[in-house]
């Protein structure tokens, strides 16, 4: 016997006359949990723990009289970002009270949109406006399958049955509420109803089945009529979808007929749904007002994190993570924040304003975290003690695993769509929240891509996927673009994409997903071998884009970058006639980075950007600042290309090379002139540094050297002099030159570049092999860059021995 079988004989034996079922059945049945009674605990031969063992107990009073709202009322305020729908309910309420219109208020939203708090929030405030009986009942699914449970729990709250204690207290009520409404002899219709004990009469006695059904339902629509209109004011049924069809046919002529003022949430997808949203439409239908919850705005969601977490101000990355993660779901902010917190990414500290950060990488970084941070209003953040939250510096937003609850509403949607187009979205989940059709066929299977282009519509048409709009194309991306490989594709011979057309007709453009959640969740579907080679393809393809536009000299971000590393990981071909491509996919590429850097820099709807990303020229660098306004698509490629990259290494398990990928993202932002974003690169290559310090995997000196380097550009722009010439020297230092830090040495040194034999020395290695000529030049100009911005920073500070240093690096970078 299988060990369910044997759990369910076991029970059968020790828990006899009883239905009777185990946890995960129990839960699995999701019902109630007025419908089941815990049994007390017993030994079952052959099962050392068997957990909670349940006894179904069915329809109870608790379940019949209990279903009022369960959500509890927001203890800090009114409810957040729900002014309009509040504003809409008053504004029926006056014209019901004053003038005697009837309305029926239909909020339709999806699972976790807030419709539960949102009717707990119009009920409060229709008693808070007296006059008004309010009658609130919460509908289950399980309502569905049981006939007129909709309607009897309805009639038992409007009646008031929820506060009798007994048998006899509920037929009190009821003979005192529906005298005169039903015949004494109809009295013991109710019985199976509401749990009463009215003697049968004699006229109910002789009739026929028939008879009987065609009596109860008139009963049934006397009280639902007696009980609804006049005196009981105002009725809010939460999940109104799951009314069930017997309830309905006698709920749907009494609301027509008669003047009330209802309100309702309704879920997407339901025949109830469907029903009222069409009797809005109708001009000639009573009135009903229907409306749709859109998710909340970005200050909603930023007021709603401050609130929960009891602080004045948050991570603005983690701002944007928990918006565009949610979209808007309050639910799904709940359960993304409550994972962040279970897995210790989040910390909450006591703010201390006016406390000077210290002279170090890591006092930089934690300063500007904290100017980057977005605070809530006041009032959003009552209750809090001043205290702010903070990101772990090790720990990564975009790593985060999908939690289980969201994971499970996301393949419940994903189910809901053909095999065909549900592997399409597992293909396309790989490459990111925006992909480019391009990069999409590259790593589809054979056998599919002919079906590419039909499965994309459909996936438009149902919501899962979106096209991006094409905005102007600067003319210097009209003809593909030439120049030397870039990246690791130098050493395998893999060339830049040509003119060549694609033998497969399909479309050329950029897609999103329209909910980042299903992405997720597809994404996770796959196993690990296969996710890894999916993501050595999307790194194939896109390294042969890595690397600076048309107008900026399409060269590495780091200046020969390419020829100073060797990559032994081979990112696998891209020789297929859809991946050379033509000019489109760098356009479509450029596209995507325009959305991706959006989607970055703003916050869906409101410009929530941190004074701290405001742009930044870099001390000494012209590249890309001479380009006319538009022409440079630099910006845009860091975003689709190199940042996309580095996820990508990461998941194949190539932490060398991922830290190369970061490096370029560094000095791409730089190039671009974002200072903040370049300071959050470098701060994700320390923690992967770090890493691989730990595993004693080595990192290349010419890397450690560019890693400091690049640090000192930032702590340059940022002001921090002291810091960039201590990180410049590192710089120099690894890359065999070393900066004096002394006066004297100072001098020394600037007597032995004057020598004619410093120069003869730099430039001796003209009869090296080219490999190791390139490596030598990729050295030899990272040198200067070091000695550029040294010469700068000691050349600011006005003094006699800041000039002599400043003369020293303009005579070291002329004999480099």
């Known amino acids: 016997l ?124 229709g008693q808070a406006a007296g006059r008004s009986r309010v009658v609130a009942m919460e509908l289950l699914e399980v309502n569905m399958r049981q006939s007129f449970s909709a309607l009897r729990a309805l009639m038992a709250r409007a009646l008031g049955l929820q506060d009798c204690d007994s048998c006899s207290d509920r037929q009190r009520m009821l003979k005192t509420k529906l005298q005169g409404t039903i015949e004494e002899s109809s009295y013991c219709l109710l019985n199976d109803i509401f749990l009463v004990e009215f003697p049968v009469s004699d006229k109910v006695r002789e009739m026929r089945e028939t008879q009987r059904k065609m ?72 009135k009903i007002t229907y409306l749709h919850l859109e998710g909340l705005k970005a200050s909603a969601v930023l007021q709603k994190v401050c609130k929960d977490l009891g602080v004045v101000s948050i991570p603005r990355d983690l701002a944007r993570f928990l918006i565009q993660r949610s979209s808007g779901n309050p639910y799904y902010c709940e359960e993304l924040l409550r994972c962040l ?34 605070a809530a209003t006041s009032s959003s953040s009552a209750g ?32 809901q769509i053909s095999l065909r187009k549900q592997m399409l979205v597992r293909f396309a989940a790989v490459i990111g929240p925006v992909f480019t059709t391009q990069l999409l066929w590259h790593i589809l299977p054979a056998g599919i891509r002919h079906q590419m282009n039909c499965l994309l519509d459909m996936l438009v048409s149902d919501n899962i996927l979106k096209w991006l709009k094409k905005t102007a194309v600067p003319e210097d991306v009209q003809e593909p673009p030439k120049g030397p490989a870039t990246s690791w594709q130098a050493e395998r011979g ?18 999103a997903f329209c909910v980042p959640l299903l992405r997720e969740a597809a994404y996770e579907l796959w196993p690990q071998r296969q996710r890894v080679a999916l993501h050595r393809k999307c790194a194939a393809f896109l390294e042969r884009h890595a690397h600076k536009c048309k107008s900026c000299s399409q060269g590495d971000f780091v200046a020969l970058h390419r020829f100073a590393v060797t990559s032994s ?67 845009a490629i860091v975003e689709s290309v190199l940042v996309p990259l580095v996820h990508h290494c990461v998941a194949m398990g190539d932490a060398a090379r991922a830290f190369y990928c970061l490096l370029e993202c560094a000095a791409a932002y730089l190039h671009v002139s974002n200072t903040y974003m370049a300071l959050m690169k470098l701060n994700e290559a320390e923690v992967l540094r770090k890493s691989l310090q730990k595993k004693r995997n080595g990192i290349a000196g010419f890397e450690e050297a560019t890693f400091f380097s690049l640090k000192g550009e930032v702590c340059c722009c940022l002001g921090r002099r002291k810091l960039a010439k201590k990180m410049i020297s590192k710089a120099l230092s690894l890359l065999k030159r070393q900066f004096p830090r ?33 490596k030598r030049l990729a050295r030899l100009l990272r040198q200067s860059c070091c000695l550029s911005l040294l010469e700068q920073l000691f050349g600011r500070e006005g003094t006699f021995s800041g000039q002599m240093f400043s003369r020293l690096a303009a005579r070291m970078k002329a004999n480099t």
């Not at 809090?384 to 393949?411: H, Q, Y």
């Not at 450029?590 to 004074?611: C, F, I, N, S, W």
């Not at 001098?747 to 092999?769: D, M, T």
Request: with cysteine; net charge neutral.
């Open 494 to 511: 893999v060339q830049r994409p040509s003119a060549r057309k694609p033998s497969v007709e399909q479309h050329s453009g950029v897609l």
């Open 384 to 415: 809090s003690d001043g205290s702010v939250c903070i990101l772990r510096p090790d720990m990564n937003l975009e790593d985060t695993v999908l939690p289980a609850a969201l994971k499970e509403i996301a393949l419940t949607q994903l189910d």
């Open 742 to 774: 002394t006066s004297v040495g100072a001098f020394v040194q600037c007597q032995v570049e004057k020598l004619p034999c410093a120069a003869y020395v730099s430039r001796r290695a003209c009869s090296f092999p080219q490999e190791d000529r390139r």
């Open 341 to 374: 917190r279970r897995n210790n990414v989040l910390s909450i500290q006591p703010r201390r304003p006016g406390e000077e950060a210290t002279d170090t990488w890591e006092g930089l970084i934690s300063k500007h975290l904290e100017a980057s941070s977005l």
């Open 569 to 635: 990981q081979d990112g696998g071909s891209c020789e297929d006639p859809a991946a050379q491509g033509d000019s489109r996919s760098w356009e479509a590429l450029v596209l995507a980075g325009e959305q991706l850097r959006m989607d970055r820099t703003l916050v869906p709807g409101e410009p929530l950007v941190a004074k701290s990303e405001q742009t930044t020229e870099v001390p000494g660098k012209t590249d890309g600042k001479d380009n006319a306004a538009g022409s440079c698509e630099c910006k």
């Open 2 to 125: 299988g060990q369910k079988v044997n759990l369910a004989a076991r029970m059968m034996v020790h828990y006899p006359e009883l239905v009777s079922c185990d946890a995960v059945t129990y839960a699995a049945s999701r019902l109630p949990p007025d419908y089941f009674k815990e049994l007390p605990e017993r030994a079952l031969k052959g099962f050392s723990q068997p957990g909670t063992i349940y006894q179904y107990v069915g329809t109870t009073q608790e379940s019949i009289f209990g279903m009022g709202l369960t959500k509890k009322r927001s203890e800090y305020g009114p409810l957040l970002g729900r002014k309009q729908e509040m504003d809409l309910f008053v504004s029926c309420l006056n014209a019901y009270k004053d003038l005697g219109q009837r309305n029926i208020l239909a909020f339709e939203g999806t699972v976790g949109s807030g419709k539960s708090h949102l009717l707990t929030e119009l009920a409060c405030l």
């Open 215 to 286: 009596e109860l339902h008139s009963t049934w629509a006397k009280v639902l009529k007696k009980t609804i209109a006049g005196e009981f004011g105002i009725f809010v049924i939460d999940n109104a979808h799951f009314i069930d069809a017997a309830s309905w046919s006698i709920m749907s002529p009494v609301l027509r007929n008669i003047s009330l003022f209802m309100v309702m949430s309704l879920a997407p997808g339901y025949a109830r749904t469907e029903s009222f949203r069409k009797a809005a439409a109708d001009a000639t239908c009573q």
